[in-house]
């Protein structure tokens, strides 16, 4: 065989991905990297700017307006930032964007992630980049980390004095 055909089989077989940019909406996302980014980065956001609110309430100016401002910032920026995530990963299960106005639904991503990706090149682009070591162990670190939260709410709250409070009424 000639060396032509070997550069061409292997230029062919060359799977190509696509890269992940989590502030647009074009592109495919992967189910374990979007999990861990639609958990994390929402929450980074918010606290984030949450954090300037509070150090803007120290001004001698009037504070409930700034820091309500602020606040409201924060909440459109991790709500912009979980339905862009969102709008990729429909995309990855080729699905159109108007599916992503669940990202609103709390505990939604959970189910997104769940759903499989196309394999292989699809209406909106080639195949996410693979999670890597770090993106699989967050993964099932975050997980864990919900089912144990999951488990002590169970266990605390028959006992807790909100529920004993909402059954007086």
Not at 59 to 74: Q, Y
Not at 84 to 104: E, G, M, P, W, Y
Request: with cysteine; aromatic share 14%; glycine share 4%.
């Amino acid at each position: 065989m000639s060396k032509d055909y070997y550069m061409n089989f292997s230029y062919n077989s060359i799977q190509r991905y696509s890269d992940v940019d989590v502030l647009s909406t074009q592109g495919r996302i992967g189910r374990k990297r979007y999990f861990v980014y639609s958990l994390v980065l929402p929450i980074l956001v918010f606290w984030g700017i949450a954090s300037v609110a509070a150090l803007a309430s120290f001004l001698p100016i009037e504070n409930t307006t700034i820091f309500s401002v602020i606040i409201g910032i924060a909440i459109f920026a991790a709500i912009f930032m979980q339905v862009h995530l969102t709008i990729q990963r429909c995309h990855d299960f080729n699905k159109s964007r108007a599916l992503a106005v669940l990202a609103v639904i709390p505990l939604a991503n959970i189910v997104f992630a769940l759903i499989p990706g196309t394999n292989g090149l699809n209406s909106y682009g080639e195949v996410p980049v693979p999670a890597t070591r770090l993106f699989k162990t967050s993964f099932y670190a975050l997980i864990l980390l919900l089912i144990g939260l999951a488990v002590f709410a169970a266990i605390q709250l028959p006992n807790s004095e909100f529920i004993s409070n909402l059954l007086a009424f």
